[in-house]
């Protein structure tokens, strides 16, 4: 039986390092989860371990591929109960290089990125407006921010997802639900293993879950984590291009 | 991308490509390199864990199941012992056998087959392993414990990571009923003094003795014995606190053997003469390190390393004498000197014996390793061994003379790892 007072979280790409550190924080604070990715392998020892963790909250899984869009409105019909915040994680940053020249890797990466995690979002969206309630949360990127040589593929579909969000947001506004764009700079996890991260501006994938839980309590529209990259990101946006290009970003 | 990587003693230094991985197909990529060894939160002092391909367990962390009517706990192999106690204290169950950090993970624990201060009671901590998976650097991947492949159990324990990676463990839990332990705390004037305290207190659960290594002449291996019992009834949680930090490598002259001796002085008279009875939490018990992040810099950029050996019991009070001695006379020894009281020891690569065991730290110094060479030669004199999770330059020479199961091991190395695909600093050095 669902206590009616627990309200529940949809993790959207549950496994990633980030959304387990997403899930832990939403389940230490008394909720219940919903994971939802494409390999249920993978979910199984998030799941149990989450479980383990944090005895008092129901974790259930769903199966859920961001890129087969026609079946995003079964899967959220299928869904019991009905989330109360949906969190997309999804994110898959690809090989710049190749995407410049394969169709198939710039596909997978926009689609994953942006044209997947739209199109549930929009199934998600009409339920929460007619319900009148809800709140939304996007993991979009810095990347999205401006487009740099380095990973401009993968960031094109980050911006082209945070102006989603930003729009998703404004429809939704007066409608009781909310919409919540969150933009990491980097972060330690599996996506970035290997990189030369430099470490004062790196953040954990906890302290991205910490600063998204409070982020849903004040009701925020768009937050920066680490909070600095802000300001980082508004000293980049605004170099006249004439400089930026000649940058190594 | 390599970056430069260090064991706790900060010495060696290694250009280290490090990956990690969060499941066995993930894993079964990272095996494909020659000279790769399984590392976790590098809490081991010298260069066991260190390689120039290392594989992370870090992200392999996940709790699997827990059965609150038997203690039965399985994980994977990154999650840490500080993990565990803090997922399980609170609901009443602890760690079969712990080391002196929580710091640690599941694999390095079963690696290095750690010890605690209950070691006469409770054996090593792989006493208390129900059963482990193993991958190989074939990619395939075993179930053993004391029943199923005994030969792949007992080669892993304690094995250094060199049989194949550990991939997960069922651990039994013992239950308590308070965070809290009864301490008892005793001065002892000298080193027969403390011997026969540690053999009349057999019967406490745990025990172990700080120990003085610059004082000689009478007073030589004068100590303070602590040993201890979870307590029954209070709390099982502990209030949250404040973390020390060590925010730089202190430069070299801070430490020197007076401001040690100061340093002795002071923690030896601040003791009770007499027996003096407290409560403690368990972290301020078990871990009264943990609670200074990177306390390794006090010894400086050199780094340093610890020295640990264990001699047989008939052989422990001359040896232990004679060794003291020639460490006291070096002048090099420093304040974290550690005695403990061994029972007997299974295994084939596990380093505890029955006897007395010493461990002490000493900054990397000029001079240092000859003594140390020295030290060898008594400890080996004296059918005894050294920690292999501690050391950073013993001798395969050594090795051979101490560790009566080694030839045992390396067959079933050969067997597990043909070709050992699988090698640390350590095993290159130690020829393993």
Same mark, same amino acid.
């Given at each position: 039986?669902?206590?009616?007072?627990?309200?529940?979280?949809?993790?959207?790409?549950?496994?990633?390092?980030?959304?387990?550190?997403? $899930?832990?924080?939403?389940? %230490?604070?008394?909720? &219940?989860?919903? @994971? #939802?990715?494409? =390999?249920? !392998?993978?979910?199984?020892? *998030?799941?149990?371990?989450?479980?383990?963790?944090?005895?008092?909250?129901?974790?259930?899984?769903?199966?859920?591929?961001?890129?087969?869009?026609?079946?995003?409105?079964?899967?959220?019909?299928?869904?019991?109960?009905?989330?109360?915040? $949906?969190?997309?994680?999804? %994110?898959?940053?690809? &090989?710049?290089? @190749? #995407?410049?020249? =394969?169709? !198939?890797?710039?596909?997978? *990466?926009?689609?994953?990125?942006?044209?997947?995690?739209?199109?549930?979002?929009?199934?998600?969206?009409?339920?929460?407006?007619?319900?009148?309630?809800?709140?939304?949360?996007?993991?979009?990127?810095?990347?999205?921010?401006?487009?740099?040589?380095?990973?401009?593929?993968?960031?094109?579909?980050?911006?082209?997802?945070?102006?989603?969000?930003? !729009?998703?947001?404004?429809?939704?506004?007066?409608?009781?639900?909310?919409?919540?764009?969150?933009?990491?700079?980097?972060?330690?996890?599996?996506?970035?293993?290997?990189?030369?991260?430099?470490?004062?501006?790196?953040?954990?994938?906890?302290?991205?879950?910490?600063?998204?839980?409070?982020?849903?309590?004040?009701?925020?529209?768009?937050?920066?984590?680490?909070?600095?990259?802000?300001?980082?990101?508004?000293?980049?946006?605004?170099?006249?291009?004439?400089?930026?290009?000649?940058?190594?970003? | 991308?390599?970056?430069?990587?260090?064991?706790?003693?900060?010495?060696?230094?290694?250009?280290?490509?490090?990956?990690?991985?969060?499941?066995?197909?993930?894993?079964?990529?990272?095996?494909?390199?020659?000279?790769?060894?399984?590392?976790?939160?590098?809490?081991?002092?010298?260069?066991?864990?260190?390689?120039?391909?290392?594989?992370?367990?870090?992200?392999?962390?996940?709790?699997?199941?827990?059965?609150?009517?038997?203690?039965?706990?399985?994980?994977?192999?990154?999650?840490?012992?500080?993990?565990?106690?803090?997922?399980?204290?609170?609901?009443?169950?602890?760690?079969?056998?712990?080391?002196?950090?929580?710091?640690?993970?599941?694999?390095?624990?079963?690696?290095?087959?750690?010890?605690?201060?209950?070691?006469?009671?409770?054996?090593?901590?792989?006493?208390?392993?129900?059963?482990?998976?193993?991958?190989?650097?074939?990619?395939?991947?075993?179930?053993?414990?004391?029943?199923?492949?005994?030969?792949?159990?007992?080669?892993?324990?304690?094995?250094?990571?060199?049989?194949?990676?550990?991939?997960?463990?069922?651990?039994?839990?013992?239950?308590?009923?308070?965070?809290?332990?009864?301490?008892?705390?005793?001065?002892?004037?000298?080193?027969?003094?403390?011997?026969?305290?540690?053999?009349?207190?057999?019967?406490?659960?745990?025990?172990?003795?700080?120990?003085?290594?610059?004082?000689?002449?009478?007073?030589?291996?004068?100590?303070?014995?602590?040993?201890?019992?979870?307590?029954?009834?209070?709390?099982?949680?502990?209030?949250?606190?404040?973390?020390?930090?060590?925010?730089?490598?202190?430069?070299?002259?801070?430490?020197?053997?007076?401001?040690?001796?100061?340093?002795?002085?002071?923690?030896?008279?601040?003791?009770?003469?007499?027996?003096?009875?407290?409560?403690?939490?368990?972290?301020?018990?078990?871990?009264?390190?943990?609670?200074?992040?990177?306390?390794?810099?006090?010894?400086?950029?050199?780094?340093?390393?610890?020295?640990?050996?264990?001699?047989?019991?008939?052989?422990?009070?001359?040896?232990?004498?004679?060794?003291?001695?020639?460490?006291?006379?070096?002048?090099?020894?420093?304040?974290?000197?550690?005695?403990?009281?061994?029972?007997?020891?299974?295994?084939?690569?596990?380093?505890?014996?029955?006897?007395?065991?010493?461990?002490?730290?000493?900054?990397?110094?000029?001079?240092?390793?000859?003594?140390?060479?020295?030290?060898?030669?008594?400890?080996?004199?004296?059918?005894?061994?050294?920690?292999?999770?501690?050391?950073?330059?013993?001798?395969?020479?050594?090795?051979?003379?101490?560790?009566?199961?080694?030839?045992?091991?390396?067959?079933?190395?050969?067997?597990?790892?043909?070709?050992?695909?699988?090698?640390?600093?350590?095993?290159?050095?130690?020829?393993?």
């Amino acid at each position: 039986m669902k206590d009616k007072n627990r309200k529940t979280a949809l993790i959207i790409g549950a496994g990633s390092d980030m959304a387990v550190s997403i $899930a832990k924080e939403y389940a %230490g604070n008394g909720y &219940d989860l919903i @994971l #939802a990715a494409r =390999d249920m !392998g993978a979910i199984d020892p *998030i799941a149990s371990d989450l479980a383990i963790r944090h005895p008092g909250a129901e974790i259930r899984k769903a199966a859920l591929d961001v890129l087969k869009m026609e079946t995003h409105r079964g899967f959220y019909e299928g869904l019991d109960p009905k989330p109360d915040v $949906a969190i997309c994680v999804v %994110g898959y940053l690809g &090989d710049q290089e @190749l #995407a410049q020249s =394969d169709s !198939g890797e710039f596909r997978k *990466i926009t689609d994953t990125n942006y044209t997947g995690c739209a199109s549930l979002l929009n199934v998600i969206a009409g339920e929460f407006e007619r319900r009148g309630s809800g709140t939304i949360i996007g993991v979009s990127s810095v990347a999205g921010d401006r487009g740099r040589k380095s990973n401009y593929v993968y960031g094109s579909a980050k911006a082209a997802f945070t102006s989603y969000l930003s !729009g998703l947001r404004h429809r939704l506004a007066d409608k009781g639900v909310r919409v919540i764009t969150v933009k990491p700079g980097f972060v330690n996890t599996r996506m970035t293993e290997g990189m030369d991260l430099p470490p004062a501006l790196t953040a954990s994938p906890e302290e991205v879950a910490r600063d998204i839980f409070k982020a849903h309590r004040r009701a925020c529209d768009v937050i920066y984590t680490k909070w600095f990259w802000r300001y980082i990101m508004l000293i980049i946006r605004h170099l006249p291009e004439r400089i930026f290009k000649k940058t190594s970003l | 991308m390599t970056r430069p990587l260090s064991g706790w003693g900060k010495y060696p230094v290694v250009e280290s490509e490090v990956l990690g991985f969060s499941s066995e197909t993930e894993l079964r990529e990272r095996l494909g390199v020659h000279g790769v060894i399984a590392q976790g939160l590098l809490r081991s002092y010298g260069d066991s864990a260190l390689s120039e391909h290392a594989i992370t367990s870090l992200r392999f962390n996940r709790f699997l199941s827990f059965d609150p009517a038997t203690g039965l706990l399985s994980c994977e192999s990154g999650v840490s012992l500080s993990d565990m106690l803090d997922v399980f204290v609170p609901r009443g169950w602890f760690l079969p056998v712990t080391p002196g950090t929580k710091f640690v993970t599941l694999g390095g624990a079963i690696a290095s087959d750690v010890h605690g201060k209950n070691h006469h009671r409770s054996g090593s901590f792989c006493s208390h392993i129900e059963s482990m998976d193993v991958m190989f650097p074939s990619g395939q991947v075993q179930t053993c414990s004391p029943s199923e492949n005994p030969e792949l159990f007992r080669a892993t324990c304690g094995g250094m990571g060199l049989t194949g990676v550990i991939l997960r463990a069922t651990l039994r839990l013992v239950p308590i009923e308070s965070a809290y332990i009864d301490q008892e705390t005793i001065r002892a004037r000298d080193l027969s003094h403390i011997m026969e305290l540690f053999e009349s207190s057999t019967g406490w659960t745990y025990s172990v003795a700080w120990i003085d290594c610059l004082t000689s002449g009478k007073s030589l291996g004068r100590s303070i014995m602590m040993r201890g019992e979870h307590a029954s009834g209070g709390s099982l949680t502990l209030p949250g606190r404040r973390k020390l930090n060590v925010p730089i490598n202190f430069p070299g002259f801070v430490l020197n053997s007076l401001s040690i001796r100061a340093f002795n002085m002071l923690y030896y008279a601040k003791a009770p003469s007499q027996a003096s009875k407290g409560v403690v939490d368990y972290d301020s018990f078990f871990y009264p390190l943990d609670s200074v992040n990177n306390w390794n810099r006090i010894y400086g950029a050199r780094g340093f390393t610890q020295y640990q050996f264990v001699l047989p019991l008939n052989a422990s009070k001359e040896g232990m004498e004679k060794i003291l001695k020639r460490i006291t006379a070096s002048g090099m020894g420093s304040f974290l000197a550690v005695l403990k009281l061994f029972g007997p020891q299974e295994g084939l690569m596990s380093f505890p014996m029955e006897g007395y065991t010493l461990a002490l730290d000493f900054p990397i110094r000029r001079g240092l390793f000859e003594l140390l060479d020295e030290l060898d030669r008594m400890v080996v004199d004296y059918g005894g061994r050294l920690y292999l999770t501690k050391d950073v330059r013993m001798s395969a020479a050594t090795l051979r003379s101490s560790y009566k199961g080694l030839n045992e091991f390396l067959s079933l190395r050969e067997k597990y790892d043909p070709g050992g695909r699988l090698s640390s600093l350590q095993s290159r050095r130690l020829e393993i």
